[in-house]
């Protein structure tokens, strides 16, 4: 298994607080990504990365930055979280643009 | 717009049968396709791909067929186990591009 940690795991936060979700690779690929997945929706891309300092915003990036400012960790910033995004967030890794992703195991967000 | 879709939530098979799981797409641009599977409080682990060069990809019980003409993907399972019961996504992509997915389909195999 690719060596990808996501923490915390689960956590519960109030309307309007700021929380930061944390991705951590051990494999040293360039392309790290965050995602959302909602029932109905499947999986929706965020934001990714394509190296140290450089980030894109996906399809669905309003109320969301990113920061990657070492290989191994992309963090996923909520400035000021809303019931709206209350969902299982998916970091994800890939060698090359063009190929297989492989996920970590989840962070189950509820803002309350 | 929903670029890929996959239109049947839910899916039942009876364990020893073959399960097929299908995907639409609408861009024709796309030329890299490929399926997970996902388990509950896991993330999606990667199955299988497809290049649009070909129409077939097998790996062990697993086969993806790839109908270009029609814009269409399809996922057989043979035959389907009691640990196939997950939820399959479909994901495709343009070369160098971000993935885009459908809404998955959850397979149940019943003994």
């Known amino acids: 298994d690719a060596g990808i940690t996501q923490s915390p795991r689960h956590k519960v936060t109030e309307t309007g607080t700021p929380v930061t979700l944390r991705c951590h690779q051990t494999?040293?690929?360039?392309?790290m990504y965050w995602y959302r997945q909602d029932p109905g929706h499947g999986l929706r891309l965020i934001h990714y990365?394509?190296?140290?300092?450089?980030?894109d915003k996906g399809e669905v990036s309003d109320g969301y930055s990113v920061s990657r400012s070492k290989t191994e960790d992309f963090l996923l910033t909520l400035e000021s979280a809303t019931s709206s995004q209350t969902s299982v967030y998916f970091c994800a890794i890939s060698e090359y643009s063009y190929n297989e992703q492989f996920f970590g195991p989840g962070t189950r967000l509820t803002v309350l | 717009d929903q670029q890929v879709k996959q239109n049947s939530p839910s899916l039942s098979v009876q364990e020893g049968r073959i399960s097929i799981l299908n995907c639409d797409y609408t861009n024709s641009m796309f030329d890299y396709f490929l399926w997970y599977k996902k388990y509950p409080a896991e993330g999606p682990t990667f199955l299988i791909s497809i290049s649009s060069i070909k129409d077939k990809n097998e790996d062990g019980r697993f086969t993806v067929f790839l109908n270009k003409s029609a814009k269409h993907l399809s996922l057989h399972i043979v035959p389907s186990q009691p640990g196939d019961s997950a939820v399959y996504f479909c994901a495709a992509s343009v070369v160098a591009q971000k993935l885009v997915f459908g809404q998955g389909t959850r397979l149940t195999i019943n003994p």
């Open positions: 990365s394509y190296g140290v300092k450089d980030t």
């Open positions: 494999e040293n690929h360039r392309y």
